[in-house]
């Protein structure tokens, strides 16, 4: 399984969705699966936000642009090819004031990119590209902003992600939010990761499960 592993945590060692989703790959590798990481850090190689050449660029057919204008998209396509090649993703972050870090947003302008992750169809819809592969985003949260909880109306991360990532094809993403980790007293943030490092300990088996059956029908079809 090739999983595009992405993280956005201006923390290095301190920070908690970096080892969250440390452990998340290391769950998959203790269920068996043969696990191929290619992995970006935002914070280390962030993507170019957008620009008027690069807002322009894209909305040209791919047969009227300039070699500048290739140039300028050359960094995106590549990001693209790397999405495309995925078998999986996963994406980890904190919480930024109730969004996604700047260098995730930029990620995700750089990789919503028309003719390559969507596609226009005939009749008018969008038609994702990115509906094969499985998408995992670990968050964390300094508040708790579960459902029935003072802050829970203000998560504008969730949303954001979704309407995001169903545009290129990702249509059951799962998330696992480990919260509160900041705005609480130590037992509460000692029961968030707990909490989140089951769920994702339930997701990697759950993958692992389905990685199997895919590999046994691959090797049925080629017997």
């Known amino acids: 399984m090739k999983i595009f592993h992405v993280d956005s945590s201006a923390k290095r060692e301190r920070s908690n969705s970096r080892a969250l989703s440390r452990g998340f790959i290391e769950n998959l590798r203790a269920e068996g699966v043969n696990v191929e990481i290619d992995y970006l850090d935002v914070t280390v190689d962030t993507p170019a936000h957008v620009t008027e050449a690069f807002a322009i660029a894209t909305y040209h057919a791919e047969h009227e642009r300039?070699?500048?204008?290739?140039?300028?998209?050359?960094?995106?396509?590549?990001?693209?090819?790397?999405?495309?090649?995925?078998?999986?993703?996963?994406?980890?972050?904190?919480?930024?004031?109730?969004?996604?870090?700047?260098?995730?947003?930029?990620?995700?302008?750089?990789?919503?990119?028309?003719g390559i992750t969507y596609k226009n169809a005939e009749d008018g819809t969008i038609v994702g590209q990115?509906?094969?592969?499985?998408?995992?985003?670990?968050?964390?949260?300094?508040?708790?902003?579960?459902?029935?909880t003072v802050f829970s109306s203000m998560d504008a991360l969730t949303p954001a992600l979704k309407a995001?990532?169903?545009?290129?094809?990702?249509?059951?993403?799962?998330?696992?939010?480990?919260?509160?980790?900041?705005?609480?007293?130590?037992?509460?943030?000692?029961?968030?990761?707990?909490?989140?490092?089951?769920?994702?300990?339930?997701?990697?088996?759950?993958?692992?499960?389905?990685?199997?059956?895919?590999v046994g029908s691959a090797e049925v079809e080629t017997a």
């Open 164 to 214: 995001a990532f169903s545009f290129v094809g990702v249509n059951e993403p799962r998330f696992v939010d480990a919260q509160p980790l900041q705005f609480s007293d130590q037992e509460a943030r000692t029961e968030a990761l707990r909490r989140a490092k089951a769920e994702l300990a339930g997701v990697a088996a759950e993958w692992a499960a389905l990685e199997k059956m895919r």
């Open 130 to 148: 990115l509906s094969r592969q499985k998408a995992l985003f670990i968050t964390t949260r300094g508040a708790d902003l579960r459902p029935g």
């Open 66 to 114: 300039t070699d500048a204008m290739r140039a300028t998209l050359a960094p995106s396509d590549a990001l693209c090819k790397r999405l495309l090649e995925a078998d999986a993703f996963v994406f980890a972050m904190p919480m930024y004031n109730w969004s996604m870090p700047s260098a995730f947003k930029a990620f995700v302008d750089n990789i919503t990119r028309t």
